[in-house]
Nanobody, 120 residues
Framework: QVQLVESGGGSVQPGGSLRLSCAAS????????MAWYRQAPGKQRELVAA???????NYADSEKGRFTISRDNAKNTVYLQMNSLKPEDTGVYYC??????????????WGQGTQVTVSS
């Protein structure tokens, strides 16, 4: 069984910073792509940033230049450094990972979500 455990959420004032972490644990062969999604109140879940196993990154337009996604493959962990936070960044942030089990089967897993609140 594979679990994604997130940490690092919280409350911050506009202009502040937070760093989210998400670690994959369990029995699996490897972790391919990893990503962060955000679900704001009353809205659908949307992609914030993604990173391939080789380190190629992709960002939503509104996060470019403010957020940085990175990963530590040895720890099966993905990070999201969020700077210059705005009230519209508020929401529950979910980690997603494409995990390969028994060497050939790839499944998509989600973390439990971590709340980020940006407010003065």
């Amino acid at each position: 069984q594979v679990q994604l455990v997130e940490s690092g959420g919280g409350s911050v004032q506009p202009g502040g910073s937070l760093r989210l972490s998400c670690a994959a644990s369990g029995i699996f062969s490897k972790v391919n792509g990893m990503a962060w999604y955000r679900q704001a109140p009353g809205k659908q879940r949307e992609l914030v940033a993604a990173i391939s196993s080789g380190g190629t990154t992709n960002y939503a337009d509104s996060e470019k230049g403010r957020f940085t996604i990175s990963r530590d493959n040895a720890k099966n962990t993905v990070y999201l450094q969020m700077n210059s936070l705005k009230p519209e960044d508020t929401g529950v942030y979910y980690c997603n990972a494409a995990v390969v089990v028994r060497s050939i089967y790839e499944y998509s897993y989600w973390g439990q979500g971590t709340q980020v609140t940006v407010s003065s």
